[in-house]
Structure formats: structure tokens, C-alpha cells
């Protein structure tokens, strides 16, 4: 069987941190320790900290201090993971244990189709309009569900997109889903990203077969933390610990100890509304930038996430165009063929604003070529 690589995260990897300018970034501009000590996390306890092994699956005040977010819960429906990444691969080994089919939303972060798909599994996806402000296709969704369906992965708010779904869409998917005894897993990494002042609404507490995961990389601006988590029936949450006593045993002392008070409500607040900030900053720019090119970029304007996801109106290929600008310009963008989406960019919007606006002047006589035919 052969294996797929998963082309974005291996592209993110190594071009993220050899260019000149990172313009895809998928989260908001990472926090520091100082600034963290500006908000009340006491850097000195950090120092006299024991580097000592955490309990694989997190410690209980961390996993009780998520659960606070999810009604319902405590720290057994909690498994903490090495970022969301570690979450999604503990939790398909642990569904997929039995044989089953993956319905996937495209386009999407494609990890856990890759996934499933190494594990030997059909996997099935159902679109989103472009045309449609990313609409959910329903009756591609209704085709790909039937009685061998094990999972529906869902990203929400969406990677690339920004789309957040409904709270009906959200429902009927979830009892879509009980009625063909299959599970829904929510990545809601993106959850307090919003372009707005609302929090989406978690699939959390719609039903017994609902799995959440998530974590600090994103809306909380703490990427190196490398803090995920799984929420979910207990049963499933105990064979998810198993699976990762096989991976990577368990967090780190420091970022499990950071995790705690980043999660605390008050603190959570605070880092929402620091990415939020990061987001504005470039938007407006942005907005202006795309409506300069006469409309041969489009895109809908995201409800949440650090991105935007562009289409652009040629036949031309994304990849040599982002491999293009790479070369030549230093300036890092994601094709749309690495979302499984070909005629799209990604655009990361949550980065320092200097940088940001020079990638967009960097790549503007390229984009101008391109209109034209003649690139």
C-alpha cells in the first residue's frame, strides 16, 4: 500500500523557516515568554520546575483546567497531546482500530484524511461551495455517508477557508451521523480566531458521538508550546492515551505547566484578543490589496481563522507559482493544491504587519503578469 506524504505540512516545514517572508502563516503571531510574564505567568516557578516526566496523557490540572471549557466533562474525557497534530493521529489509530470509512469536508487540513488512508481505510469528502460562500454541499454529503462510515471529520472554523458552520449545519451533521453509528471529530483549533467579537460555537454537547480536538497553536498564539488535546467519551479518550503511550509518551513539564494558566478563562480571553488584534492589523490592507487587482483575485471574506483563502482566475497551476515566488522573491505562500483545492492560495493574515505588507508588494508584479498571460 502506498504511503502519502503529507505534502503540506512537509512544505509548511521547511520553507517556513528559510524565507525571507512567511506570508501562509496559519496562526497569529506567536507570543513570547516576556510577554506571557507581562500577563501574570510567574517565569521564576518555570525556573525551579523539576524537568520531570509528566503523566502521559497530561496532568490532572491541566486536563481539569480544559474540561472547564467543555460542559459536562472532567479530566477523564481529557487526553493532552503533543499539539492538535498528535491529537488527530492518536484518535484515528484509536477509531480506526476497527475497519470503517473517513468522510472528509475538502477543501481542509488533509492530516487526518492521510491518516486513515495510511491505515489502509476508504476515505470519502464532501465540498464546500466556492461559489456558494463555502455552503455546505449537502447532497455530496448525504452520498458520502452510509453504514460503514466510521468517522466525519470536520474542521470548524475551517482550514483554509474561515468558514464556520451554522449551528443547524452543525446538528445535522451530528445526527447524520448517530444514525449511521458513526462518530464526528471537530478540530476547533481555529476556535477564537474570529474575524468578529463571537466565539464559535463548539459541536461539544450535540451528541454522545461527538469527539473535539484542539489546542494552542493557533487562536492562542503558542505554537512552541506544542499543546493539543482530545475531548471525548471516556472510552474513546482511554484508548487514545493508549495509542499515545506508543508516540510520544507525554508533554513537556514546561508547556504543560504554561498550558495551565494559558487556559485559565480570564488569561484565554486575553491571548483570543491578542491574534485578534494580530488579524485586524493586516485586514483592512489586505481587502484593498485583492480589490486592486480588478477581480482577478476573489475570495470570501473569512467569519474566522488567520487566512484567507484566494482564488485566482487562470489556468496556471498553484505550485509553480508559489515555488516561483519562493525563489524569487523570498516570499512563502501555500498553493491551493496543497489543500486539495487547485486555482486557490492560502494567505496567512496573522503576522507582524511590516512583513506582511512587503510579501504583498514582493508578489503584486507577479500577480499582475499573471492577469495579463503573460506568466
Not at 171 to 187: C, N
Not at 196 to 222: H, M, Q
Not at 268 to 293: P, S, V
Not at 307 to 316: L, P
Request: glycine share 12%.
Amino acid at each position: 500500500m502506498p504511503f502519502h506524504v503529507f505534502e503540506l505540512e512537509r512544505g509548511q516545514s521547511i520553507w517556513e523557516n528559510l524565507v525571507d517572508i512567511n506570508l501562509t502563516e496559519s496562526g497569529v503571531h506567536p507570543l513570547s515568554l516576556a510577554e506571557l510574564g507581562g500577563m501574570g505567568l510567574d517565569l521564576s516557578e518555570l525556573e525551579r520546575l523539576p524537568l520531570v516526566y509528566v503523566q502521559t496523557n497530561g496532568t490532572v490540572a491541566l486536563r481539569e483546567a480544559i474540561a472547564a471549557h467543555y460542559p459536562g466533562t472532567n479530566a477523564d474525557h481529557i487526553e493532552v497531546t503533543n499539539g492538535t497534530s498528535e491529537a488527530n493521529y492518536v484518535l484515528c489509530h484509536a477509531l480506526f482500530e476497527k475497519p470503517g470509512e473517513l468522510l472528509i469536508q475538502t477543501p481542509n487540513y488533509l492530516q487526518v484524511g492521510g491518516l486513515v488512508a495510511n491505515l489502509g481505510m476508504p476515505v470519502r469528502t464532501f465540498s464546500f461551495r466556492s461559489e456558494r460562500g463555502w455552503e455546505t454541499n449537502w447532497d455530496e454529503f448525504e452520498d458520502g455517508l452510509n453504514g460503514n462510515t466510521r468517522a466525519i471529520y470536520i474542521s470548524n472554523p475551517n482550514n483554509p477557508t474561515g468558514a464556520v458552520l451554522t449551528e443547524e449545519a452543525m446538528d445535522r451533521i451530528v445526527r447524520s451521523a448517530a444514525k449511521v453509528g458513526a462518530y464526528v471529530i471537530a478540530d476547533e483549533i481555529y476556535q477564537g480566531a474570529e474575524w468578529g467579537d463571537t466565539i464559535t460555537p463548539s459541536f461539544w454537547g450535540r451528541g454522545e458521538n461527538v469527539i473535539v480536538t484542539s489546542g494552542l497553536s493557533k487562536a492562542y498564539g503558542l505554537p512552541g508550546l506544542r499543546i493539543g488535546w482530545v475531548v471525548g467519551p471516556r472510552e474513546i479518550v482511554d484508548r487514545c492515551w493508549a495509542h499515545h503511550d506508543y508516540t510520544s509518551i507525554g508533554p513537556g513539564t514546561l508547556s504543560d505547566y504554561i498550558a495551565r494558566f494559558a487556559v485559565e478563562p480570564a488569561n484565554r480571553r486575553k491571548l483570543f484578543e491578542h491574534g485578534r488584534a494580530h488579524i485586524g492589523a493586516n485586514r483592512e490592507g489586505f481587502e484593498k490589496w485583492i480589490a486592486g487587482f480588478g477581480g482577478f483575485l476573489e475570495f470570501t471574506p473569512p467569519a474566522a481563522g488567520a487566512f484567507a483563502f484566494v482564488k485566482y482566475n487562470s489556468a496556471a497551476p498553484s505550485i509553480p507559482i508559489t515555488t516561483r515566488w519562493r525563489e524569487q522573491h523570498g516570499v512563502f505562500v501555500v498553493p491551493g493544491a496543497w489543500m486539495g483545492m487547485e486555482g486557490f492560495l492560502r494567505f496567512g493574515l496573522g503576522g507582524l504587519k511590516g512583513p506582511f505588507e512587503r510579501g504583498l508588494a514582493l508578489i503584486t508584479p507577479d500577480i499582475r503578469a499573471l492577469r495579463a498571460g503573460t506568466r
